[in-house]
């Protein structure tokens, strides 16, 4: 067990529908990260939060959105679902802002959004 | 975007043998590699990493090599055990940009 929850651990939606997927990170982490996995792309790095800001960007597309609460836990937003937005969707979390060395990335279990 | 690939997605090899996981990196400027262990139904999982200043880095019966030459990346596992058997990624980074790009993976069959 990483110590990140990921809610829900499942999630089946319709085309053209939005969702949230919740990840808490663990204790004393100030960072989470945003990942896709498909099939077809592989892992893909899509957004970091580091204390409540933005602080880096990768392949997320405009009709998703992050944010990061003052608690510290995460939520990803999916709008306008097309099929193939399904995937598995990690959070991961670290103690400062920069990934890896001694600030190592920790991986939750993950949401598995099924897009019909 | 950046591309890392894997060589050979599917590897098999037998119980106490050891294992080399190969990766190939597209982007010269990359100065941060790791390799994560993702087993079924889990998520990824930190192996070991290597800064670009460096050329071998081990860890508890993990070892990786980095050859900037030829931008290749390689993860040995020795004494190969079934515990290991998983997908391995490497992953490139520029550390101060703090962005990962991720290679498809290699599938690691530990046979008893």
């Known amino acids: 067990d990483s110590g990140v929850t990921q809610t829900p651990k499942h999630l089946i939606t319709a085309t053209g529908q939005r969702v949230t997927l919740r990840c808490s990170p663990r204790?004393?982490?100030?960072?989470v990260y945003w990942y896709q996995q498909s099939l077809d792309q592989g892992l893909q790095f899509l957004i970091q939060?580091?204390?409540?800001?933005?602080?880096a960007k990768g392949n997320i597309l405009e009709r998703f959105s992050a944010q990061q609460f003052p608690d510290l836990h995460s939520e990803l937003n999916l709008s306008s679902l097309e099929l193939g937005d399904s995937a598995l969707y990690f959070c991961?979390?670290?103690?400062?802002?920069?990934?890896?060395?001694?600030?190592?990335?920790?991986f939750g279990p993950g949401t598995r959004l099924t897009v019909l | 975007g950046e591309s890392v690939g894997l060589h050979l997605p599917t590897l098999s090899v037998q119980e106490g043998d050891n294992s080399i996981i190969n990766c190939a990196y597209s982007?010269?400027?990359?100065?941060?590699f790791i390799w994560y262990k993702q087993e079924s139904g889990k998520g990824p999982q930190f192996i070991i990493d290597?800064?670009?200043?460096?050329d071998k880095r081990q860890g508890q019966r993990v070892t990786v090599l980095l050859n900037k030459t030829v931008k290749h990346l390689s993860l040995q596992i020795a004494a190969t055990q079934p515990g290991d058997s998983a997908v391995y990624f490497c992953?490139?980074?520029?550390?101060?940009?703090?962005?990962?790009?991720f290679g498809s993976g290699t599938k690691l069959n530990v046979k008893p």
């Open positions: 991961a979390s670290s103690v400062g802002r920069l990934a890896g060395g001694n600030n190592e990335q920790f």
């Open positions: 204790s004393g982490d100030l960072s």
């Open positions: 939060y580091y204390n409540g800001e933005e602080r």
């Open positions: 982007n010269s400027a990359s100065d941060y």
């Open positions: 290597i800064r670009s200043n460096m």
């Open positions: 992953a490139e980074n520029l550390y101060n940009f703090n962005k990962f790009y």
